[in-house]
């Protein structure tokens, strides 16, 4: 019997593999004692895009107020419509938009989709914190994609094979999360024809998880596997990330073409209907205008993604130059540094695993990071993610200061080195660190 016994009521058995506590939790709450006690904590461990909700949005919301109804299932019509239009011309395929289900938020909807295909979930390493959980609630097998820390080239179709080749089922799911949280690397280019000639050998569904797509670095573009695999290819995404809109809760999925995408959708839309109905009202009208190609929104979500761009590319040019072995980042706003190679004085500090690492580096640094093995690395792999995203945009006043400033014509050299006392703190500190641990 489980020992998670309430005095009155017992909790579900599903619950105990996901009920140890979070280091993403303890993150926090120590940050926020540190804070309270008067701290300079530096919160590199937030994830949340942070510019404002551009006017246009906030108007469709607000004269949206009123609707009230209950909406269909995939969502209003309108709305299925301009998401079709939108990953038509963003991913340069053609979507009716029939293929398009709405829900409050991806993750809803990676749930559900996760729920509606039978098989296994192949799980590429490093991954984001939700997909493994959610497939244990659902009592789903994973089979663990291994990563290596030392490339930062993950993906072989090699292990992809040896991930099918231990499950006992003859379909699968993988999702494929490009531009990668907790990496912001996006699945090379090359490696998406093999990904997918793999797929339809297997029988293997691909959830492309793409929500970082549309926040695309500047020296890169973002390439989806669907134009590869379009017939057995969801795509996923929403308003979080590109347009900071986290809290409306507003996920998109678009599933293959003809009668399998349909059996997909419908499968989708019957778990959504016994779960949350719908996206919520107002929102769905308000995405409309989100979805619609409106030259100023458009304007707005590249200007974003290039200052997503400038902010992280300039922490990883920073660990680069301290000699930090970390992949470059290609969408997106975080970085998952490795530090095995100071593994033998962190030992000395009792510095063993990622998690111990993360706390070592709150506790003595003040630098809030996860540990790596939140996001499925091996707990000794001494990888951290950091995220830029909070990061001298820690209130809204602020995030619109970093929009001003750009706009009223600061260059980004200018904008990070005079503009971003955080960042360059955070910079500073871990260069200390790190001439600390190297000092004899
Ligand atoms: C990779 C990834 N997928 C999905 C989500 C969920 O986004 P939402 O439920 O807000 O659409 C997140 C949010 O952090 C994410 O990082």
Redesign the pocket.
């Known amino acids: 019997m489980t020992a998670l016994t309430h005095p009155r009521f017992r909790l579900s058995p599903v619950l105990g593999q996901n009920l140890t506590p979070s280091p993403t939790l303890y993150i926090n709450e120590r940050v926020q004692e540190m804070w309270a006690a008067g701290k300079h904590v530096l919160h590199l461990g937030f994830?949340e895009s942070r510019f404002p909700v551009h006017p246009k949005l906030a108007r469709a919301l607000a004269d949206n107020a009123h609707r009230k109804s209950y909406l269909p299932g995939p969502g209003i019509p309108e709305l299925r419509a301009a998401v079709a239009r939108f990953y038509g011309r963003r991913l340069g395929i053609h979507v009716e938009p029939e293929q398009v289900i709405t829900a409050p938020?991806?993750?809803?909807l990676?749930y559900a989709f996760q729920m509606a295909i039978d098989g296994d979930l192949i799980l590429p390493v490093p991954t984001?914190v939700s997909y493994a959980p959610q497939a244990r609630l659902l009592h789903k097998e994973i089979q663990w994609v291994p990563a290596n820390p030392a490339t930062g080239q993950d993906l072989t179709i090699e292990n992809l094979w040896a991930a099918v080749q231990r499950s006992r089922h003859d379909q699968h799911t993988l999702i494929l999360?490009s531009p990668n949280?907790p990496s912001s690397r996006m699945t090379p280019q090359e490696l998406l024809p093999h990904i997918a000639a793999f797929c339809r050998e297997a029988n293997v569904l691909v959830l492309s998880?793409e929500?970082?797509g549309f926040v695309p670095h500047n020296h890169v573009r973002h390439h989806s596997i669907v134009a590869h695999y379009p017939e057995g290819t969801v795509v996923l995404g929403?308003l979080?990330k590109h347009l900071s809109l986290?809290g409306w809760?507003l996920?998109v999925a678009v599933v293959p073409p003809g009668e399998a995408g349909q059996t997909l959708l419908r499968g989708v839309n019957k778990i959504g209907s016994e779960i949350w109905s719908c996206a919520t009202a107002p929102v769905e009208y308000a995405a409309v205008v989100a979805y619609s190609g409106d030259p100023e929104i458009e304007a707005y979500i590249a200007e974003c993604a290039h200052l997503h761009s400038v902010r992280t590319q300039y922490l990883w040019r920073a660990l680069h130059e301290l000699g930090i072995p970390c992949a470059r980042p290609a969408g997106g706003f975080y970085l998952f540094p490795n530090f095995d190679r100071w593994r033998e004085p962190l030992a000395a500090r009792g510095v063993h695993t990622s998690e111990e690492l993360a706390r070592y580096l709150l506790d003595s640094w003040h630098i809030a990071t996860l540990p790596g093995s939140v996001f499925g690395t091996a707990p000794e792999e001494l990888s951290l993610r950091l995220s830029t995203s909070y990061v001298d945009m820690e209130t809204d006043e602020k995030a619109r200061r970093i929009l001003e400033l750009h706009r009223s014509g600061v260059d980004d050299g200018a904008l990070m080195r005079d503009h971003h006392p955080v960042m360059n703190e955070a910079i500073r500190r871990l260069q200390q660190f790190l001439e600390e641990l190297q000092s004899p």
Do not use: F, H, P, V
């Open positions: 994830g938020g991806s993750k809803a990676l984001w999360t949280n998880d929500i970082y929403g979080s986290g809760r996920g």
